[in-house]
């Protein structure tokens, strides 16, 4: 079974300085039909205005994925950790047994696009970690770049939790597929542009939930940039 996920039927906050739209149940917005996938339990997409800073927070036990689509974010946390991230990175932060952390558009001009992501570990109380790791869009262009994985296959960052994450960039006459492993779930996330994906016209917030279903199969991308949860 494909289920479609509409980009407009996403909650949807403004804060002002950041506005946020949640694939699924987050803060104030309670879907009893969308609380979670599997163990993907969030997708924020998210615009942070320059010069603006969220109010310093914890989290625990959850792996956090930040993938930034444009602009730049810097990150301070309570294990010493201050970054920026730049567009084309992708941070991890494994909360775990609890991490105190916050975010800050260091621009003056520019807003940080982004997207946020949790996935639910497999195991609580890990010791708190982070990474940042650079994939260049030239990875990404007409083939499936892995950013995380229980393994830390091809060079991405391990999570703990039997879930893979990838991201692709499409445009033309490119196609890719992905098998779908047996028992799995996968989830479909257009985070800009167009494409078709099993026969349904995506755009830039849509999404497709596979369950039961052998293969993802994307054509037609037009500025596409998408990511792939296998769970």
């Known amino acids: 079974m494909i289920t479609l996920r509409k980009a407009n039927s996403r909650g949807h906050a403004n804060h002002g300085w950041l506005e946020s739209w949640h694939s699924f149940s987050f803060a104030d917005y309670h879907d009893p039909a ?14 942070v205005q320059p010069g603006t800073v969220s109010i310093r927070h ?16 810097r990150h301070r946390d309570s294990m010493g950790n201050g970054e920026d991230i730049h567009t084309g990175e992708i941070q991890l932060m494994r909360a775990g047994s609890g991490v105190q952390h916050s975010e800050f558009n260091p621009s003056d001009s520019e807003a940080v696009h982004l997207l946020q992501i949790w996935i639910m ?16 869009a030239e990875a990404k262009r007409g083939r499936w770049c892995l950013l995380v994985s229980p393994d830390a296959a091809d060079d991405s960052l391990r999570i703990h939790q ?70």
């Open 34 to 47: 969308h609380v979670r996938f599997g163990t993907l339990r969030v997708i924020n997409e998210d615009i």
């Open 58 to 73: 914890s989290h625990r036990d959850m792996e956090i994925v930040t993938y930034i689509l444009s602009g730049r974010l």
């Open 121 to 136: 570990p497999g195991e609580q109380g890990l010791v708190p970690g982070y990474w940042q790791k650079t994939f260049p």
């Open 162 to 231: 039997d879930a893979r994450l990838s991201a692709a960039l499409l445009d033309d006459t490119e196609t890719l597929d992905y098998p779908i492993p047996a028992r799995h779930k996968a989830y479909l996330h257009v985070a800009r542009g167009r494409l078709q994906a099993n026969g349904h016209e995506l755009a830039a917030g849509d999404a497709l939930m596979y369950v039961d279903e052998e293969r993802v199969n994307l054509a037609a991308g037009s500025d596409a940039e998408v990511l792939l949860f296998d769970l």
